[in-house]
């Protein structure tokens, strides 16, 4: 069974820097994605950024050149380092896999795998 447990949000200023940390456990599939996603409140979730089996990678277009996922395959952990934080990235972040992934998996409902979530609040 997956599971997958985020952490590393917090409280920071505009302009800050977080990093959020994924641990998946339970059977995991070389052709497995790993993505974040975001949702405000009032608001629907949305893809943040996704880390395909191939190593390519995709970001909205809201958080390109500011943030970066990344995967360490040996502890099974996804990352992203967010920098140049803004009021508009406050949000619950949380952590989603696909056993197997297509490269134009970008949305909510190719995830069938999800973690709590992990809150992110920027103070402007």
């Known amino acids: 069974q997956v599971q997958l447990m985020e952490s590393g949000g917090g409280s920071v200023q505009a302009g800050g820097s977080l990093r959020l940390s994924c641990v998946q456990s339970?059977?995991?599939?070389?052709?497995?994605?790993m993505g974040w996603f975001r949702q405000a409140p009032g608001k629907e979730r949305e893809a943040v950024a996704v880390h395909y089996s191939t190593g390519r990678k995709k970001y909205a277009d809201s958080v390109k050149d500011r943030f970066t996922i990344s995967m360490d395959s040996a502890k099974n952990t996804l990352y992203l380092q967010m920098d140049s934080l803004k009021s508009e990235d406050s949000a619950m972040y949380y952590c989603?896999?696909?056993?197997?992934?297509?490269?134009?998996?970008?949305?909510?409902?190719?995830?069938?795998?999800w973690g709590q979530g992990t809150q992110v609040t920027v103070s402007s």
């Open positions: 339970g059977a995991t599939k070389s052709t497995r994605c």
């Open positions: 989603a896999t696909n056993t197997y992934c297509s490269l134009g998996s970008f949305s909510v409902n190719d995830f069938p795998y």
